[in-house]
């Protein structure tokens, strides 16, 4: 037994010593096993970093590489119409890889790094050249395309061919580079100015020539020669009025609705093709007033100015496309003005239907609408008014000629000369009347003025000379002043000279035939004042004896008397068609005046026999 237990002692022991042994080899392979799962989560980490940072890599060398194909179109490529799509692409990725290299843009750790601002100066280097590039090339073509239009002399008016300008094709042309001219912008705004300065000086040559060729055509094929305007010198059956069928004003009108819509869609073309941040309408809109009749409506067309254009955010921007402008459609004025002076030479009242279509275009426009046509208009009205005074004082200095006369017997000849001028100025009239009206006003008062100078020269034949006259401007306005309110006031103002004219010398016919009987009334009204009636045929010279003695010298022969009173009317008057409604007038007034002699008479002397009014109307009535 102690055998066998020796011998199980024995193995115990060996087992403990062969579990101390696998215990610390256990304990070993655990801390190899520890140390390679180190070293594994190590490796992987780096290849996860490895991996992001080929991947930031990439993304950063796009950012900073040039594809080639782009870099062809923006250091050495064609600028032709067939390259531009390639040109756009390039413009379009160079702009986008510059902005995306701005600071604003990029993450802050890659700003400063060497390769970053390396190509970002690279970048800016190929941004210059294509910009002086391209700016070069379009410097030549706008001047190339003009001139070629230019040689044409097809696109202009030639003798017997009025050529309306169509620059439809340049438009369409100029389009092709309206992207390029926006990225030029966007990438140097600096290079803008000479572009706009050589497009608006090359422009402004062929709108010129259009314009002087164009107004040259229409003096050349117009039909309209000098007219006769009426005015007020020479004799009196003289200058007739002519027709205004072939008027000088229909040049004018046919100039105005041409080039006016031309002149606003380049002014509207320009500010978009040339990158103007201001508001303005669509090409479409500003178009489309028809300028083939003088007629049309000229509202929307000048809406669509953007000659100044709409309400701007911009007020810098706006300045410098009216300064463009002014450059771009400045002398054209000339040409205008040229055609205004030529038809005033040949009709003055031509201005009037000129001053009417301006003013209507003028008018047109919206409060906040200004700048160069405004400007244009403004002038053109100013100048054809200045010319239209002229014609008016002038008119007005004729007239005052006929002061400085002889005597003048009859109807002066300005009245019918004016009737004459005011109906054919009636016939002028396009759109407002102001022109005119101002006209009239200062005529007419001079003609009135001078009217009543030219009656105190012989001062008995005063109201002779007006009642004529003023019933002359009566009758040869009648029809007008029914519908002109401004004749109109004038045409009553005649009415009440006449009427007073004809007052004082029918009471003047009236007393020199009936004296005595008027005297003697007048004295009864004098005593009036101060006795009773009863107590006045008392007075010296006022008694029933002295009342019939000057009752029959005053009425005897009463035929013979209204007979030379008649003759009175008629001596010294040229207008024998005034004398019946004139001797009308005076029967009508002697009654009345008789009436109230009558009365008077009966309060005095009631048990008198005396003619009376019936008796007296009667009379009157039978010679």
């Given at each position: 037994?102690?055998?066998?237990?020796?011998?199980?002692?024995?193995?115990?022991?060996?087992?403990?010593?062969?579990?101390?042994?696998?215990?610390?080899?256990?304990?070993?392979?655990?801390?190899?096993i520890q140390s390679i799962e180190w070293r594994n989560n190590r490796l992987e980490l780096q290849s996860d970093s490895n991996v992001a940072l080929i991947d930031e890599?990439?993304?950063?060398?796009?950012?900073?590489?040039?594809?080639?194909?782009?870099?062809?179109?923006?250091?050495?490529?064609?600028?032709?119409?067939?390259?531009?799509?390639?040109?756009?692409?390039?413009?379009?990725?160079?702009?986008?890889?510059?902005?995306?290299?701005?600071?604003?843009?990029?993450?802050?750790?890659?700003?400063?790094?060497?390769?970053?601002?390396?190509?970002?100066?690279?970048?800016?280097?190929?941004?210059?050249?294509?910009?002086?590039?391209?700016?070069?090339?379009?410097?030549?073509?706008?001047?190339?395309?003009?001139?070629?239009?230019?040689?044409d002399k097809g696109n202009f008016s030639q003798r017997g061919h009025l050529q309306r300008p169509d620059h439809a094709d340049m438009r369409y042309k100029c389009r092709?580079?309206?992207?390029?001219?926006?990225?030029?912008?966007?990438?140097?705004?600096?290079?803008?100015?000479?572009?706009?300065?050589?497009?608006?000086?090359?422009?402004?040559?062929?709108?010129?020539?259009?314009?002087?060729?164009?107004?040259?055509?229409?003096?050349?094929?117009?039909?309209?020669?000098?007219?006769?305007?009426?005015?007020?010198?020479?004799?009196?059956?003289?200058?007739?009025?002519?027709?205004?069928?072939?008027?000088?004003?229909?040049?004018?009108?046919?100039?105005?609705?041409?080039?006016?819509?031309?002149?606003?869609?380049?002014?509207?073309?320009?500010?978009?093709?040339?990158?103007?941040?201001?508001?303005?309408?669509?090409?479409?809109?500003?178009?489309?007033?028809?300028?083939?009749?003088?007629?049309?409506?000229?509202?929307?067309?000048?809406?669509?100015?953007?000659?100044?254009?709409?309400?701007s955010n911009n007020p810098a921007e706006l300045g410098v496309l009216n300064e463009c402008l002014q450059e771009l459609l400045d002398g054209i004025q000339e040409d205008?003005?040229?055609?205004?002076?030529?038809?005033?030479?040949?009709?003055?009242?031509?201005?009037?239907?000129?001053?009417?279509?301006?003013?209507?275009?003028?008018?047109?426009?919206?409060?906040?609408?200004?700048?160069?046509?405004?400007?244009?208009?403004?002038?053109?009205?100013?100048?054809?008014?200045?010319?239209?005074?002229?014609?008016?004082?002038?008119?007005?200095?004729?007239?005052?000629?006929?002061?400085?006369?002889?005597?003048?017997?009859?109807?002066?000849?300005?009245?019918?000369?004016?009737?004459?001028?005011?109906?054919?100025?009636?016939?002028?009239?396009?759109?407002?009347?102001?022109?005119?009206?101002?006209?009239?006003?200062?005529?007419?008062?001079?003609?009135?003025?001078?009217?009543?100078?030219?009656?105190?020269?012989?001062?008995?034949?005063?109201?002779?000379?007006?009642?004529?006259?003023?019933?002359?401007?009566?009758?040869?306005?009648?029809?007008?002043?029914?519908?002109?309110?401004?004749?109109?006031?004038?045409?009553?103002?005649?009415?009440?000279?006449?009427?007073?004219?004809?007052?004082?010398?029918?009471?003047?016919?009236?007393?020199?035939?009936?004296?005595?009987?008027?005297?003697?009334?007048?004295?009864?009204?004098?005593?009036?004042?101060?006795?009773?009636?009863?107590?006045?045929?008392?007075?010296?010279?006022?008694?029933?004896?002295?009342?019939?003695?000057?009752?029959?010298?005053?009425?005897?022969?009463?035929?013979?008397?209204?007979?030379?009173?008649?003759?009175?009317?008629?001596?010294?008057?040229?207008?024998?068609?005034?004398?019946?409604?004139?001797?009308?007038?005076?029967?009508?007034?002697?009654?009345?005046?008789?009436?109230?002699?009558?009365?008077?008479?009966?309060?005095?002397?009631?048990?008198?026999?005396?003619?009376?009014?019936?008796?007296?109307?009667?009379?009157?009535?039978?010679?």
């Amino acid at each position: 037994v102690l055998q066998g237990l020796e011998i199980a002692s024995i193995c115990v022991e060996d087992m403990d010593e062969w579990l101390g042994i696998f215990n610390i080899k256990l304990r070993h392979m655990r801390e190899d096993i520890q140390s390679i799962e180190w070293r594994n989560n190590r490796l992987e980490l780096q290849s996860d970093s490895n991996v992001a940072l080929i991947d930031e890599l990439d993304k950063l060398l796009e950012l900073l590489q040039i594809p080639p194909e782009y870099e062809a179109s923006l250091t050495g490529g064609s600028f032709d119409e067939g390259n531009m799509v390639k040109n756009i692409e390039a413009c379009d990725w160079l702009t986008s890889a510059i902005k995306n290299l701005e600071a604003s843009n990029l993450d802050p750790i890659y700003v400063k790094l060497r390769a970053v601002r390396e190509k970002r100066a690279e970048f800016v280097l190929l941004k210059c050249t294509f910009v002086r590039r391209a700016s070069e090339f379009l410097r030549n073509y706008f001047p190339s395309l003009i001139d070629s239009m230019l040689n044409d002399k097809g696109n202009f008016s030639q003798r017997g061919h009025l050529q309306r300008p169509d620059h439809a094709d340049m438009r369409y042309k100029c389009r092709t580079y309206a992207r390029l001219l926006q990225h030029i912008k966007s990438l140097d705004k600096s290079c803008m100015i000479p572009l706009r300065k050589a497009y608006c000086h090359s422009l402004n040559l062929l709108i010129r020539r259009e314009s002087r060729e164009f107004s040259n055509e229409l003096r050349n094929s117009s039909k309209a020669s000098k007219s006769s305007t009426p005015l007020f010198e020479g004799p009196a059956g003289a200058n007739q009025p002519a027709s205004i069928t072939d008027s000088p004003a229909d040049a004018y009108t046919k100039m105005i609705t041409v080039f006016i819509p031309l002149i606003i869609d380049e002014s509207s073309f320009l500010a978009h093709l040339m990158c103007f941040e201001v508001t303005t309408l669509s090409q479409s809109d500003s178009s489309s007033n028809p300028n083939s009749e003088a007629t049309s409506t000229p509202s929307v067309t000048l809406e669509a100015s953007s000659s100044i254009g709409k309400a701007s955010n911009n007020p810098a921007e706006l300045g410098v496309l009216n300064e463009c402008l002014q450059e771009l459609l400045d002398g054209i004025q000339e040409d205008f003005y040229a055609l205004v002076d030529w038809a005033f030479k040949l009709d003055p009242l031509s201005c009037i239907s000129m001053h009417g279509i301006t003013d209507r275009y003028l008018s047109g426009q919206k409060a906040e609408v200004s700048g160069y046509v405004h400007v244009l208009l403004d002038d053109l009205e100013t100048r054809i008014t200045i010319l239209f005074s002229r014609f008016v004082d002038d008119a007005c200095y004729q007239i005052e000629k006929y002061e400085r006369n002889v005597r003048q017997i009859g109807v002066v000849p300005y009245i019918p000369r004016f009737s004459q001028l005011a109906a054919r100025m009636e016939q002028y009239i396009n759109g407002s009347r102001d022109l005119v009206d101002q006209a009239y006003t200062k005529i007419v008062s001079i003609m009135f003025v001078i009217l009543e100078k030219i009656a105190q020269v012989e001062p008995k034949y005063v109201d002779i000379v007006l009642l004529e006259n003023y019933a002359a401007f009566q009758h040869s306005l009648y029809d007008l002043a029914n519908v002109v309110p401004t004749l109109a006031k004038y045409y009553h103002q005649a009415s009440e000279a006449y009427e007073q004219a004809c007052s004082r010398h029918i009471n003047l016919v009236i007393y020199i035939h009936f004296e005595k009987l008027f005297q003697f009334a007048r004295k009864i009204e004098e005593l009036m004042y101060n006795m009773s009636p009863e107590e006045i045929p008392f007075q010296v010279g006022m008694s029933k004896v002295d009342f019939r003695k000057m009752l029959k010298s005053s009425l005897a022969g009463l035929d013979k008397t209204i007979n030379a009173m008649y003759r009175k009317l008629q001596k010294n008057m040229t207008a024998e068609e005034l004398l019946p409604s004139l001797w009308e007038k005076c029967k009508k007034e002697f009654l009345d005046k008789y009436a109230t002699f009558l009365k008077l008479i009966s309060k005095i002397y009631p048990d008198e026999k005396v003619t009376s009014v019936n008796e007296m109307r009667d009379i009157l009535a039978s010679l």
